[in-house]
């Protein structure tokens, strides 16, 4: 009876392990997955973040060349009368 209940409990024991095995390996390739797409996400807004910046950059020093032009320079935007639009 012995020798028939040890290669019958190590076959149970070598399919649960075999089992488990495959079980974790799916899991981790759906980890990795997840993982790859965060990843492309974290790029995405990386790239985002730096346009941002760039956008900030100019359009901070276009309100500064324009503070500096009234402060400095007392320069202003014309009035309506002294705008003149030419039409071709």
Request: net charge positive; hydrophobic share 50%.
């Amino acid at each position: 009876m012995f020798k028939l209940l040890l290669p019958l409990g190590l076959l149970v024991t070598l399919i649960a392990v075999m089992v488990s095995y495959v079980y974790t390996q799916n899991e981790t390739r759906k980890v990795f997955a997840a993982l790859q797409q965060l990843e492309d996400e974290k790029l995405q807004l990386k790239t985002e973040w730096g346009r941002l910046q760039i956008e900030k950059a100019s359009k901070s020093a276009s309100f500064r060349v324009a503070a500096v032009a009234k402060k400095e320079l007392a320069m202003k935007l014309p009035e309506n009368e002294q705008v003149m639009v030419i039409k071709r």
